[in-house]
C-alpha cells in the first residue's frame, strides 16, 4: 500500500513540475472565460455556480483532512490554517453570491465551461490536500521558535493582498452592472497602476502564505499562482489596450506595479 508521506511527496513535486509548463502554456492559449470567452470549449455552466463547485474543495476537503492529522488539536495548526480557509469561504461562497446578483440584474452572462470547471476542482483538490496535510500533519510546530514572527509577518502580507483582491473584483462586478458586458476602462486605486490588481491581490496573498507556512508546499503554491495569473493578466493587458486603444492609460502595466 502506498504509503500518505510518499503521496505528499509525489503531489509536491508534480506542484513544482506543473508550474512551468502551466506558465508556458498560458503564454500561448487563455483560458476561455472572462473576457477571453470564446465557444468550441464544450457545455457550458451558469458562472456563479460553476465557482462555488470548483472552489468547494478547499473548504470541505480541507475541514476533511484536518481531523486526521497529528497536529489537529495543536493552536498553532488551527491558527496557521484559518487564513487558507478565510480566503476560500469568500472565493466559494461570497464571491458567487456577488456574481450571482450581478448575473441576475444583466441576465447576460456568459457560460463558464464546464471542463475549465472541472480541471478547476482538480487542482483544488490537489492543492487543498497538500496545504491541509502539510499544516495539520508534517509541519512541526514544536522546533520553529520563528513560527509566531512568520506567521503575523505573512498575515500581515496576506491580508493586505486579500484587501485589494476583494477590492477589485468590487470594482470589475460594479462596472458590469452598469452595462456594455462591463467592458469599460477600470479606474482608481490600484487600477491606476496595473490592469489586474484582483490577481496582483491574489499573488500577495500567497506569498504571504508561503511567509506564514515556510514551507515547500507554501512556496509551490505562490509560484504555481505566479504561473497561472501572471500570463493571464498580461492577456487581460493587451485585451484592453486592443480594444480602448488611445483611450487606455499608457503607463499601466499589467500586474506588478512599475515593472511588468
Given amino acids: 500500500m502506498v504509503s500518505d508521506q510518499r503521496v505528499f511527496h509525489y503531489s509536491l513535486l508534480s506542484l513544482y513540475l506543473m508550474a512551468p509548463m502551466i506558465f508556458i502554456a498560458l503564454r500561448f492559449l487563455q483560458a476561455p472565460y472572462g473576457k477571453h470567452h470564446r465557444p468550441g470549449w464544450g457545455p457550458t455552466i451558469y458562472p456563479p455556480l460553476a465557482w462555488f463547485l470548483m472552489e468547494s474543495p478547499t473548504i470541505w476537503l480541507t475541514l476533511l483532512l484536518f481531523s486526521f492529522g497529528l497536529n489537529f488539536s495543536n493552536p498553532k495548526s488551527l491558527v496557521l490554517m484559518s487564513p487558507f480557509l478565510f480566503h476560500y469561504f469568500h472565493r466559494t461562497c461570497i464571491y458567487p453570491l456577488r456574481l450571482h446578483r450581478n448575473s441576475a440584474l444583466r441576465n447576460t452572462a456568459h457560460g463558464f465551461p464546464i471542463s475549465m470547471a472541472v480541471l478547476a476542482f482538480v487542482f483544488n483538490i490537489w492543492n487543498a490536500y497538500l496545504q491541509a496535510r502539510w499544516v495539520s500533519h508534517y ?49 482608481g486605486g490600484w487600477f491606476e497602476l496595473v490592469s489586474c490588481p484582483n490577481y496582483l491581490g491574489e499573488i500577495v496573498e500567497w506569498l504571504g502564505w508561503a511567509v506564514m507556512t515556510w514551507s515547500w508546499v507554501g512556496l509551490g503554491f505562490f509560484l504555481y499562482t505566479c504561473a497561472n495569473l501572471v500570463p493571464r493578466a498580461s492577456a487581460n493587458h493587451r485585451w484592453y489596450l486592443e480594444k480602448f486603444g488611445e483611450d487606455y492609460p499608457k503607463g499601466r502595466k499589467a500586474v506588478i506595479p512599475f515593472l511588468y
Avoid at 145 to 164: E, P, Q
Fill in 139 to 187: 509541519k512541526d510546530y514544536e522546533n520553529d521558535g520563528w513560527f509566531w514572527w512568520r506567521f503575523f509577518g505573512g498575515l500581515v502580507v496576506f491580508l493586505g493582498g486579500m484587501a485589494v483582491n476583494i477590492w477589485s473584483d468590487r470594482v470589475l462586478v460594479g462596472l458590469k452592472k452598469e452595462g456594455g458586458g462591463g467592458y469599460k476602462v477600470p479606474r
